[in-house]
Nanobody
Framework: QVQLVESGGGLVQPGGSLRLSCTAS????????MGWYRQAPGKQRELVAT???????NYADSVKERFTISRDNAKRAIDLQMVSLKPEDTAVYYC??????????????WGQGTQVTVSS
């Protein structure tokens, strides 16, 4: 079994900052791409940012220059530093990872989600 556990969501005022964290655990051989997706009420889940094991990053246009994704391969963890938050960033944020398990099959795993609310 593989688990992704997220933390760090909450309520913040517009212009504020939050840091999300996600750690993978369980029967893991290796992890490929990891990242964050989000889903706002009534909308489809969308990519926020991803990072490879080598540190290559990719960001949605809407969060470039405001969000920074980082990774610690040894801890099997990623963070998402969010600054200059806007009300439209309000969503449930989900951690994602491509995990090679003990059966040597690669499959995606998702965390349970953490709520981020940007409101005055």
């Amino acid at each position: 079994q593989v688990q992704l556990v997220e933390s760090g969501g909450g309520l913040v005022q517009p212009g504020g900052s939050l840091r999300l964290s996600c750690t993978a655990s369980g029967s893991i051989v290796s992890i490929g791409k990891m990242g964050w997706y989000r889903q706002a009420p009534g909308k489809q889940r969308e990519l926020v940012a991803t990072i490879t094991s080598g540190g290559d990053t990719n960001y949605a246009d809407s969060v470039k220059e405001r969000f920074t994704i980082s990774r610690d391969n040894a801890k099997r963890a990623i963070d998402l530093q969010m600054v200059s938050l806007k009300p439209e960033d309000t969503a449930v944020y989900y951690c994602y990872a491509d995990v090679l398990g003990m059966t040597y099959s690669l499959r995606p795993y998702w965390g349970q989600g953490t709520q981020v609310t940007v409101s005055s």
